[in-house]
């Protein structure tokens, strides 16, 4: 027998065993740290244009203060006295007239002043219960069959469709329907960009860029408070802020991935690796043949080497829900605190935002220092964020912000003092932006990928409860508003003690991976 052309070989002589390592299971997070990089040029990109959707929810959101502004008046005739005190109440018709117009304003087209002026508070907070309503259901369908992207897609189409309409709504009623639609989408625009940015960035690296996102929402303030200058009218306001969700929509959302956490909870490892596989050859790396995604769990299953090729694909897809939040002891305390907290820190942070028009400073200047105030506040909670953990950083940032209300409540509203009311008010947003910006991270570490969304959404929505009763609050006016912030920041701060620290512990998929390993760290609920 020729042997020497090596292409037989005996059949008494054993085959060579394969040396080659066997497939190597890997959760998301190990394999960020060992072979993608854990923010590198992709992650880079992915959360710039991803965030870019918070100054969309500023816009939405803060384009109240000035479409629902007061805006001053003049005497035009007999009978007015511009020292009234019962400001135009008192005043015969005709007599006077708005600065700026009817358009200005719409306080002054609908005339909601005097016994309308609740009117006011109400279609504001109609917008925040609409927000508290799409939280909770686009955080659930951003984790179920519609994923971070689509949900993403989804909120704003309507948010551009909602406003651009709300420019044309031909009374009161009709436009406080549109805010409340408005309010609906916008609710799920922070919590999808929010986790679809922060899910592919490794775990040491998720808490800094996390604490970023509001950086975006901030400039969107600021930007809004430029807009609103150039653009007087209300209606005009409203289409001015409107276009850019459908500028992100077309340029934007094409050049943003879907969330390979969310392909492996629903079934598609294949996806999810195929993402991986993209992030490491972006930025510079490479993932060995070998690599296969796995649930957390799934990676304390020794591989058997025998896996076919789109066997992952047949995988049935893991759910969760609110449901299983409850039902565990574990989520189910993380879950009431989150809301409290987060209940507590949205009274601080709209009320503060929403009062600037009790002041009696000016108005697009007290806003845009108010978005500049929080910017210091995300960089000094990100420099500190890894350094001291989340617990006692939440709890200093909300009672920091609670002292400031508690002053801006004990000093007066004229001359010199509503300038130092105005300090201390700029100073107590500071506080509460650290906070607001520190929940959300904090919120994402706190529950697994399953129902991470979902969680989020719900505190989200605690949130928008908070929102719906502060403009009743702010209505009232006086040193009331200051008393009330104060009180809930403080309180915050007591319920944050409850909390457990996250800091460095992995980014969990599922109930049981998380439950089984707090169980490996010891408890970590005090």
Not at 86 to 115: M, N, R, Y
Not at 159 to 187: C, E, H, K, M, Q
Request: hydrophobic content about 45%.
């Amino acid at each position: 027998m020729d042997l020497a052309d090596g292409n037989l070989r005996s059949p008494l002589l054993p085959q060579p065993k394969n040396t080659g390592a066997g497939p190597q299971k890997l959760c998301i997070d190990d394999m960020l740290q060992k072979y993608c990089g854990e923010f590198g040029r992709w992650q880079l990109k992915h959360f710039v244009l991803t965030s870019l959707a918070w100054a969309l929810e500023a816009f939405h959101t803060m384009v109240m203060i000035f479409a629902d502004r007061e805006p001053g008046w003049r005497c035009v005739g007999g009978g007015c006295s511009a020292g009234s005190g019962w400001g135009v109440c008192g005043l015969e018709p005709g007599s006077w007239e708005w600065v700026g117009g009817l358009g200005s304003s719409t306080v002054a087209e609908w005339g909601l002043v005097c016994g309308d002026k609740y009117k006011v508070g109400l279609v504001q907070s109609l917008f925040f219960g609409g927000c508290m309503i799409g939280a909770g259901i686009f955080g659930h369908l951003s984790d179920s069959f519609l994923g971070r992207k689509g949900s993403l897609t989804v909120v704003c189409i309507l948010n551009a469709v909602f406003g651009i309409l709300t420019a044309l709504a031909p009374d009161y009623w009709t436009y406080a329907l549109l805010r409340l639609l408005t309010g609906f989408s916008t609710g799920g625009v922070g919590l999808c960009a929010f986790v679809l940015a922060t899910e592919p960035i490794g775990p040491s690296k998720r808490g800094v860029a996390g604490m970023s996102t509001f950086y975006f929402f901030s400039t969107g303030i600021a930007l809004l408070s430029a807009i609103a200058y150039l653009f007087k009218s209300w209606r005009s306001l409203y289409i001015a802020t409107s276009i850019p969700s459908l500028f992100f929509l077309f340029v934007i959302v094409p050049f943003v991935s879907e969330s390979p956490r969310w392909f492996l909870i629903r079934g598609k490892p294949n996806q999810a690796l195929k993402i991986m596989r993209e992030i490491a050859k972006y930025n510079g790396r490479s993932l060995p043949d070998n690599v296969m995604l796995a649930l957390d769990e799934e990676t304390k299953e020794p591989a058997n080497g025998q896996q076919k090729k789109g066997e992952n694909d047949g995988k049935q897809a893991i759910t969760g829900s609110l449901i299983d939040v409850v039902r565990s002891r574990l989520m189910r305390v993380r879950l009431f605190l989150s809301v409290a907290i987060n209940f507590l820190c949205s009274v601080v942070y709209y009320g503060l935002s929403l009062n600037v028009v009790n002041l009696g400073t000016n108005l697009y200047l007290n806003v845009f220092l108010n978005a500049v105030a929080e910017m210091p506040a995300f960089l000094l909670t990100a420099i500190l964020l890894d350094r001291f953990g989340r617990k006692p950083l939440a709890i200093g940032t909300l009672w920091f912000s609670g002292f400031f209300c508690v002053l801006g409540c004990l000093v007066g509203g004229d001359g010199a003092w509503k300038v130092v009311r105005m300090v201390f008010g700029i100073l107590g947003i500071f506080g509460m932006a650290g906070t607001y910006n520190l929940l959300f991270i904090y919120t994402v570490e706190l529950f697994p990928t399953v129902v991470r969304s979902a969680a989020l959404g719900c505190a989200s929505q605690a949130g928008q409860m908070g929102a719906i009763f502060t403009p009743f609050v702010v209505v009232l006016g006086g040193r009331l508003p200051f008393a009330v912030f104060g009180v809930c920041g403080v309180v915050g701060g007591l319920l944050a003690f409850c909390l457990p620290e996250t800091l460095n512990k992995p980014l969990y998929d599922t109930m049981g991976g998380i439950e089984g390993g707090e169980n490996a760290f010891g408890p970590l609920l005090v």
